[in-house]
């Protein structure tokens, strides 16, 4: 139960800390958004305050301008109770300090300065004189009326991520749940969650990836088992002669013990033929592809499979030319199709017909003989490795050829599978694309 205590206990923190990230991330990147729309409100506001100023700059200027300089500074203080605020008459050179300004109040642009009290004063040059008019002025509340606003969005904002991230962090917990459990061999995890979430791809590919992986399992001990039973045979086989070398050593006895050993190391390497094979073609990822002539390939095909006693029949549609190619890799798409026809050959009684035809741009090919058929044989085991059907009409093989077969066709985007033909026995149908 520790590790069950763990796992969840690890998920909490985990969901925690993204969960404080995320929304720390946010209320940064927020903050970052309000301050930038303040500094532009505040801008708008510090405009508005000026454009409602500029009437008494020039009124005052305008008054001023009919009067020697030597008398504004008791004309400004006559003038403040009309205005209703202090109007203050400072010297142009009291802003040399700084060049930006007094370029500023020069061009004849007002000037908004900020004291240590952030209060706000507006200046302007009177005229082309050496003076320079001051307002006191005030911003807008415009920024701290809305102050509530942001702590309620925050705080919806948390609401929603907990509501919509909870599940999604539920569902990956369950995905690490399902991760740990096939890990340590549990092919039936899985990991169900709604079609409608964002996580439903990524668990349909884990669940088809642990399927595969059972049915990969499934065939390693299938293939285990087969090729312990295979091996034993011949061996035993071997082992019984041995016995009988030793128990009768007269020459015609050895010989036929000597031939009888020699058979079964044949058997042997034929045997391991096949498993080579099988292995090759599963560890090849893609075959190297070519134009092959479809006439061609399938008369070369019958023409070496020729038995005594069987009528082997080749038929082509008329659909099927000499111009006519298949994109395939040549070898390994005979090796496919002759070990299906071996198989059919090794069944029939009297007749086995291969027929082609062209159907949606793929390559059709039957191959049917007029054996005992399958019968009540699971078709989708027909394809595993080492599965026979039945030994007592069967000529040779070890239940490989198919499965290398169907190996190969899907390798080339084709379909291998059972079909009903017009002899009574199993039929094969090979469905290959042509480009």
Not at 155 to 158: E, M, R, V
């Given at each position: 139960?520790?590790?069950?205590?763990?796992?969840?206990?690890?998920?909490n923190?985990?969901f925690?800390?993204?969960?404080?990230?995320l929304?720390a991330?946010?209320?940064?990147?927020?903050?970052?958004?309000e301050?930038?729309?303040?500094?532009?409100?505040?801008?708008?506001?510090?405009?508005?305050t000026?454009?409602?100023h500029q009437p008494i700059?020039?009124?005052v200027?305008?008054?001023?301008?009919?009067?020697?300089?030597?008398?504004?500074?008791?004309?400004?203080?006559a003038?403040?109770?009309?205005?209703?605020?202090?109007?203050?008459?400072?010297s142009?050179?009291?802003?040399?300090?700084?060049?930006?300004?007094?370029?500023?109040?020069?061009?004849?642009?007002?000037?908004?300065?900020?004291?240590?009290?952030?209060?706000?004063?507006?200046?302007?040059?009177?005229?082309?004189s050496?003076?320079?008019?001051?307002?006191?002025?005030?911003?807008?509340?415009?920024?701290?009326?809305?102050?509530?606003?942001?702590?309620?969005?925050y705080?919806?904002?948390?609401l929603?991520?907990?509501v919509?991230?909870?599940?999604?962090?539920r569902?990956?917990?369950?995905?690490?749940?399902?991760?740990?459990?096939?890990g340590?061999?549990d092919?039936t995890?899985?990991?169900e969650?709604?079609?409608?979430?964002?996580?439903?791809?990524?668990?349909?590919?884990f669940?088809?990836?642990?399927?595969?992986?059972k049915r990969?399992?499934?065939t390693?001990?299938?293939?285990?088992?087969?090729?312990?039973?295979e091996?034993?045979?011949?061996?035993?086989?071997?082992?019984?002669?041995?016995?009988?070398?030793?128990?009768?050593p007269?020459a015609?006895?050895?010989?036929?013990?000597?031939?009888?050993?020699?058979?079964?190391?044949k058997?042997?390497?034929?045997?391991?033929?096949?498993?080579?094979?099988?292995?090759e073609?599963?560890?090849?990822?893609?075959?190297?592809?070519k134009a092959?002539g479809?006439?061609?390939?399938l008369?070369?095909?019958?023409?070496?499979?020729?038995?005594p006693?069987?009528?082997?029949?080749?038929?082509?549609?008329?659909?099927?030319?000499?111009d006519?190619?298949?994109?395939?890799?040549?070898?390994?798409?005979?090796?496919a199709?002759?070990?299906?026809?071996?198989?059919?050959?090794?069944?029939?009684q009297?007749?086995?017909?291969?027929?082609?035809?062209?159907?949606?741009?793929?390559l059709?090919?039957?191959?049917?003989?007029?054996?005992?058929?399958?019968?009540?044989?699971?078709?989708?085991?027909?394809f595993?490795?080492?599965?026979?059907?039945?030994?007592?009409?069967?000529?040779?093989?070890?239940?490989?050829?198919?499965?290398?077969?169907?190996?190969?066709?899907?390798?080339?985007?084709?379909?291998?599978?059972?079909?009903t033909g017009?002899?009574?026995?199993?039929?094969?149908?090979?469905?290959?694309?042509?480009?």
């Open positions: 139960m520790a590790r069950p205590v763990q796992a969840a206990q690890f998920s923190r985990l925690t800390r993204f969960y404080v990230v929304v991330t946010l209320i940064i990147i927020s903050s970052g958004i301050y930038v729309l303040n500094r532009m409100d505040e801008a708008d506001a510090l405009d508005q000026i454009q409602s700059f020039s009124l200027g305008q008054l001023l301008a009919d009067q020697e300089a030597n008398v504004w500074d008791q004309s400004v203080m003038l403040q109770p009309q205005f209703q605020q202090p109007l203050l008459l400072v142009l050179a009291d802003f040399a300090a700084d060049q930006s300004t007094l370029t500023t109040l020069q061009s004849g642009q007002v000037l908004a300065l900020f004291d240590a009290s952030d209060n706000l004063t507006l200046y302007r040059r009177l005229g082309d050496d003076r320079v008019l001051g307002l006191p002025a005030n911003l807008p509340e415009v920024i701290d009326q809305r102050s509530w606003v942001l702590p309620v969005f705080a919806l904002l948390a929603v991520l907990f919509l991230i909870r599940p999604f962090a569902q990956l917990i369950q995905l690490k749940q399902a991760a740990l459990d096939l340590s061999g092919f995890a899985r990991v969650v709604p079609a409608s979430t964002t996580l439903a791809p990524i668990a349909d590919a669940n088809a990836m642990t399927l595969k992986i990969l399992m499934q390693q001990r299938d293939l285990v088992n087969a090729v312990s039973h091996l034993r045979t011949p061996l035993a086989r071997m082992k019984f002669s041995f016995e009988e070398l030793s128990m009768n007269d015609e006895q050895v010989k036929q013990s000597v031939a009888a050993m020699r058979d079964d190391v058997e042997l390497e034929q045997l391991i033929d096949e498993m080579l094979r099988y292995a073609v599963n560890q090849i990822k893609a075959f190297a592809m092959v479809i006439q061609g390939l008369e070369d095909l019958v023409a070496s499979h020729h038995q006693g069987i009528d082997l029949q080749l038929h082509m549609a008329d659909d099927i030319d000499e006519h190619e298949l994109m395939c890799h040549e070898l390994s798409v005979i090796r199709l002759s070990n299906v026809l071996r198989n059919a050959l090794s069944f029939a009297q007749q086995c017909v291969v027929s082609a035809h062209l159907a949606s741009g793929a059709v090919i039957e191959i049917n003989d007029d054996g005992p058929g399958l019968g009540e044989v699971n078709t989708e085991r027909l595993e490795p080492f599965f026979r059907v039945s030994q007592a009409q069967r000529k040779s093989g070890y239940g490989l050829g198919l499965s290398i077969a169907h190996t190969i066709t899907q390798k080339h985007q084709g379909h291998l599978q059972v079909a017009q002899l009574p026995g199993a039929c094969f149908r090979f469905t290959l694309p042509l480009a």
